[in-house]
């Protein structure tokens, strides 16, 4: 199987300078396109027959022009931040796994980066959140200084620094999940996660992003590959969080605020996240999906099944106590003018 492997360099001044140049061979393909875009359109004033090439035309074409006149390696060097890295692609034998694991349900949150059903937590780091104070500071730094200076030069070098800390903190904790889930199960279930839709959600975006879900699930899909497992995407409207994972009957509504899964039929209590792991780790096509408890979603219960009435509920019982009591007054001075 082919592997890629990527490692930090560091280089001497001249080889840094060296980087440099291969590094500006990106302006050099935009600028190439660009002049063959405006040919194509002079060409077009008088041929209109001749078609303007796409990006995809663009991209073969340069390619086979760089083809033509060199070699290309196997390799990519890039730069992040003040760093230096190489990627090369080598071919390897797929590892040696066992042949009985077990099939496991994760599920992916905000709180936690992940909770599996067989009890494991994997904790998120939340670098965003922890170097958010220090990128705020950076970033008025960068705003005051003036543009084209090298006070500002160094200013976005900072920022820059910080970005990819935040960077690796991530995906570090993502790359040991996802390498410890294949390699120890033969089947991983995870939630299809409709991740667009959710940094949609102003108040939940930010902690959403940080927890890198859908680099979480790229990397799955070639690490399961490489072990030798599954992935398995759960439908995502089967409601996880909202069936006992103990009885399988119950269904109602919980709010992300309630992290205690109280189930009000066989009164199994559990974790939120290990409840919604274990009932993915169940999961299949056509499962039967209880439907949605008459008693849940009164107005007088709560997500969790307990007694208790809702702010809106208490103002109408509230306000009708008030017409109540006005009315009997009322009446009671219009019984006292016929005495």
Not at 66 to 77: M, R
Not at 83 to 102: C, G, L, M, N
Not at 208 to 223: P, T, V
Request: proline share 4%; hydrophobic share 35%; aromatic share 6%.
């Amino acid at each position: 199987m082919l592997l890629s492997f990527q490692t930090a360099l560091i280089p001497n001044n001249k080889q840094e300078t060296l980087f440099r140049k291969a590094s500006g061979v990106a302006r050099h393909a935009y600028n190439w396109a660009n002049a063959t875009i405006q040919n194509v359109l002079e060409i077009r004033k008088d041929d209109k027959s001749v078609k303007i090439p796409s990006a995809i035309d663009l991209h073969k074409k340069l390619v086979a022009e760089i083809k033509s006149q060199h070699d290309v390696p196997n390799c990519v060097i890039s730069r992040q931040a003040n760093r230096w890295f190489i990627a090369i692609k080598y071919e390897t034998e797929q590892p040696t796994v066992f042949s009985d694991r077990p099939t496991v349900g994760v599920d992916i949150g905000i709180k936690e980066l992940a909770v599996c059903s067989d009890g494991k937590v994997f904790s998120n780091p939340k670098a965003y959140r922890r170097m958010s104070k220090r990128l705020k500071r950076s970033q008025r730094r960068v705003s005051k200084k003036v543009k084209g200076s090298k006070n500002r030069s160094k200013a976005v070098r900072k920022l820059a620094k910080i970005h990819a800390k935040v960077s690796n903190i991530r995906q570090d904790a993502i790359h040991k999940l996802t390498h410890h889930l294949p390699k120890n199960h033969s089947e991983v279930r995870i939630e299809d996660l409709h991740v667009k839709a959710f940094l949609k959600n102003h108040k939940l975006a930010g902690a959403i992003a940080d927890c890198g879900m859908y680099e979480f699930q790229r990397q799955l899909e070639y690490k399961t590959e490489k072990f030798q497992s599954k992935l398995i995407l759960v439908d995502r409207f089967f409601p996880s969080s909202q069936i006992c994972s103990n009885c399988g009957n119950h269904r109602h509504k919980m709010p992300l605020k309630n992290r205690v899964y109280i189930c009000p039929d066989c009164g199994h209590t559990e974790d939120r996240d290990l409840n919604a792991a274990k009932n993915i780790e169940r999961w299949f096509e056509g499962i039967f999906i209880p439907s949605r408890s008459d008693l849940a979603v009164s107005s007088t219960v709560s997500a969790c099944g307990v007694d208790k009435p809702l702010k809106s509920h208490l103002e109408t019982t509230m306000n009708q106590e008030v017409n109540i009591k006005t009315a009997h007054v009322q009446l009671s001075l219009d019984l006292g003018s016929f005495g």
